[in-house]
């Protein structure tokens, strides 16, 4: 099995004594380092599959690996074998453990939507800026591990006070609620292990070795998590990249690479510098580039796929011609080469970019898909189904309680939902056990009492079943009790009405799917949903259309043929990158797009571009003045820029040739 793999790979595969780190380069084939070594621990080294994790940043990217070591070995080898992200493990931790950490087997996940609800009342506001700001803030001090109490000791100032008890009090919230944010799913476990030896004792036995994927992009948080789980020994293989370190601003911390060689002495470092995808111009650019970062551990990127086509990098007068010489550019290589247009990726800084782009596609008629476009649960059919069953796994759910009773409508307004928010505030309880206490029939008018009633004995019969029955035969029961489709119907045109009740459908036959495969109950799929939710929306179809991405969604990824647009300064470097002293990190971004590319490579900048409305002379990325010329075909103001620097380069060299000639003379 090894024979299939380079020396490096084969090194990394069978080290087991302690703790490893594989330094794999853009396509330097990490992924079949992890799926070859996990299949040698168990055929080869005699690890039960029971206490080996394979730890990944997404669900596309737990499944790819659970499928590619199921086509590697005997499948019923595997049995036990954990394929997940941190995330969903955090949740299996969360969910074994509840009664330690103080929560009932039903809580909740909260998505970005009811954290935003919760953070709106607290703050007292409707900015949604403030909002985004505090959750933002927030999420960086769960992913550096700093709690409420903490961060209330370490305020410098007024705004960090504010916000700080801003988190203590949601926190609390979702406490009260028996909920949890996503970050708490690695949170809680980790607080959870410090606190108690014994549980971790328990987990560090069931998790023996652990493989962990993107390394770079792990946070305080996670880092901690793996130390605890791996203890003194540190058996683990950690596989990262920090040249391809691009999520600082959610919290990932590049210095965990350095701190494992600080925190575990014996730290084994393997490279992986083979390059399997891209021709070596690419790389060389991609090398050239990103040596002007500090660098812990030295690297060179090779491939034995030849030297390729030169790098264009294109001067357009500005963003609409732009998009328009991509697209006629696309068109005839196309024609030139007979590819598909999925060969074809099309990248850039942010979403912003994309619009004139997207115009000048739709005007050549070529077909296109957008990363990171709607998630299949992020519609509102779908979020509509979800509030039911999320308020029938947790009646404490608040937000959930008031999505499921106003959809479809029951003649509960805002000033009922009111009365019942200021009873529940003022007993300290949830809104559905609110709708049950005494008091609350003398405040709201009868009919609305009666409606409430109704629906909560609904809820509570399902909520008895929820744990015992079928997820796909429930859910079916449950939507045609609340009229979901006729509601629908009413409140919709023909057209839209027939495409959201599709969803729905499919949604209950993925429901009946995972029933008959796995068991699972309704409230299994709850959960699961809402883990799902949080990672990423369901995968792309495969279809032959180009692909139109943000660098940062296009990493893992790769292409045939990539158009790199916008590199100008303010766009890529980011100004606010410029401004903040975070140029590295976008030199890292750069080097991620360069290194998409496994054929051909055009990089895009224009001379003018609008601001605000107005219009404004650009300057091309001080990145492609990095690039290699001989390995690069230059047109507009670069070719002078670089032409100067050469000159400049030359001059220096001559002096410094005359000045040590001087000196040899004098000697």
Same mark, same amino acid.
């Given at each position: 099995m090894l024979h299939k793999l380079n020396p490096p790979q084969q090194a990394a595969v069978r080290h087991l004594d302690g703790p490893l780190l594989v330094l794999a380069g853009a396509g330097s084939g990490k992924t079949r380092v992890i799926t070859q070594k996990i299949v040698y621990m168990i055929e080869q080294a005699g690890y039960d599959p029971r206490h080996i994790a394979a730890i990944t940043f997404t669900n596309k990217a737990a499944r790819e690996?659970?499928?590619?070591?199921?086509?590697?070995?005997?499948?019923?080898?595997?049995?036990?074998?954990?394929?997940?992200? +941190?995330?969903?493990?955090?949740?299996?931790?969360?969910?074994? %453990?509840?009664?330690?950490?103080?929560?009932?087997?039903?809580?909740?996940?909260?998505?970005?939507?009811?954290?935003?609800?919760?953070?709106?009342?607290?703050?007292?506001?409707?900015?949604?800026?403030?909002?985004?700001?505090?959750?933002?803030?927030?999420?960086?001090?769960?992913?550096?591990?700093?709690?409420?109490?903490?961060?209330?000791?370490?305020?410098?100032?007024?705004?960090?006070l504010r916000l700080a008890r801003v988190y203590r009090a949601y926190q609390d919230t979702l406490f009260a609620y028996q909920a949890v944010d996503f970050d708490d799913l690695i949170r809680l476990p980790v607080e959870l292990f410090e606190r108690e030896p014994d549980i971790l004792t328990k987990w560090q036995l069931k998790l023996r070795y652990l493989l962990i994927d993107e390394y770079q992009d792990t946070n305080v948080c996670q880092y901690k998590l793996v130390k605890q789980l791996t203890g003194f020994h540190g058996k683990f293989t950690a596989v990262g990249d920090d040249d391809q370190s691009i999520y600082a601003w959610r919290g990932a911390n590049v210095e965990n690479l350095y701190l494992l060689k600080e925190d575990f002495p014996s730290l084994e470092v393997i490279k992986l510098e083979q390059n399997y995808r891209s021709t070596s111009r690419i790389l060389k650019a991609a090398n050239a580039v990103i040596a002007n970062n500090p660098k812990l551990f030295e690297k060179q990127l090779w491939s034995e796929l030849g030297i390729g086509d030169p790098i264009s990098v294109v001067e357009m007068k500005d963003e609409e011609h732009e998009a328009e010489m991509v697209a006629m550019r696309l068109l005839a290589h196309k024609f030139e080469h007979r590819t598909n247009f999925s060969d074809y990726a099309i990248l850039y800084r942010g979403n912003h970019q994309a619009r004139t782009i997207e115009t000048q596609l739709r005007n050549h008629k070529i077909p296109y898909q957008i990363a990171g476009g709607q998630s299949f649960f992020e519609h509102a059919e779908i979020k509509d189904v979800l509030g039911y069953l999320r308020l029938i796994a947790?009646?404490?759910?608040?937000?959930? +309680?008031?999505?499921?009773?106003?959809?479809?409508?029951?003649?509960?307004?805002?000033?009922?939902? &009111?009365?019942?928010?200021?009873?529940?505030? %003022?007993?300290?309880?949830?809104?559905?056990?609110?709708?049950?206490?005494?008091?609350?029939?003398?405040?709201?008018?009868?009919?609305?009492?009666?409606?409430?009633?109704? +629906?909560?004995?609904?809820?509570?019969?399902?909520?008895?079943?929820?744990?015992?029955?079928?997820?796909?035969?429930?859910?079916?029961?449950?939507?045609?009790?609340? &009229?979901?489709?006729?509601?629908?119907? %009413?409140?919709?045109?023909?057209?839209?009405? &027939?495409?959201?009740?599709k969803n729905v459908l499919e949604l209950v036959a993925w429901f009946d799917?995972?029933?008959?495969?796995?068991?699972?109950? /309704?409230?299994?799929?709850?959960?699961?949903?809402?883990?799902?939710?949080?990672?990423?929306?369901?995968?792309?179809? %495969?279809?032959?259309?180009?692909?139109?991405?943000?660098?940062?969604?296009?990493?893992?990824?790769?292409?045939?043929?990539?158009? /790199?647009?916008?590199?100008?300064?303010?766009?890529?470097?980011?100004?606010?990158?410029?401004?903040?002293?975070?140029?590295?990190?976008?030199?890292?971004?750069?080097?991620?797009?360069?290194?998409?590319?496994?054929?051909?490579?055009?990089?895009?900048?224009?001379?003018?571009?609008?601001?605000?409305?107005e219009w404004a002379i650009v300057e091309p990325s001080r990145f492609l003045l990095e690039l290699p010329q001989d390995e690069i075909r230059v047109s507009g103001r670069l070719a002078g820029k670089r032409h100067q620097q050469v000159s400049r380069e030359e001059g220096k060299a001559k002096l410094a040739n005359l000045l040590a000639g001087l000196g040899g003379k004098g000697s």
């Open positions: 690996m659970q499928e590619r070591v199921g086509h590697l070995t005997d499948p019923a080898r595997l049995k036990g074998l954990t394929v997940s992200t +941190f995330h969903s493990l955090g949740l299996q931790l969360v969910r074994i %453990e509840h009664a330690a950490l103080g929560y009932k087997q039903r809580f909740s996940i909260l998505d970005a939507a009811d954290a935003a609800k919760i953070i709106s009342d607290q703050l007292g506001t409707t900015d949604k800026q403030e909002i985004r700001n505090a959750i933002g803030a927030i999420s960086r001090l769960k992913n550096d591990f700093i709690s409420p109490d903490a961060a209330i000791a370490q305020a410098q100032d007024d705004g960090e947790n009646a404490k759910d608040d937000p959930a +309680f008031i999505r499921a009773v106003t959809t479809p409508k029951r003649g509960v307004g805002n000033v009922t939902l &009111e009365k019942l928010g200021g009873l529940a505030a %003022e007993r300290g309880t949830s809104l559905f056990e609110a709708v049950h206490l005494p008091s609350f029939e003398t405040l709201v008018q009868p009919a609305q009492y009666e409606s409430l009633q109704t +629906f909560c004995n609904f809820i509570d019969r399902i909520q008895g079943r929820a744990s015992r029955e079928p997820a796909g035969a429930l859910l079916k029961e449950l939507l045609a009790a609340i &009229e979901y489709e006729a509601w629908l119907y %009413e409140t919709e045109e023909p057209r839209p009405a &027939e495409r959201r009740w799917k995972r029933a008959e495969e796995n068991g699972d109950t /309704l409230n299994d799929m709850t959960q699961k949903i809402a883990l799902i939710t949080l990672l990423e929306g369901r995968d792309e179809e %495969e279809v032959d259309a180009v692909r139109m991405s943000t660098l940062h969604a296009s990493k893992g990824l790769e292409y045939g043929h990539v158009f /790199l647009v916008g590199c100008e300064e303010g766009i890529l470097p980011h100004q606010q990158s410029i401004d903040g002293g975070m140029v590295e990190e976008e030199r890292r971004l750069m080097y991620v797009g360069i290194t998409r590319a496994q054929r051909s490579l055009t990089i895009t900048y224009c001379g003018k571009r609008k601001r605000a409305g």
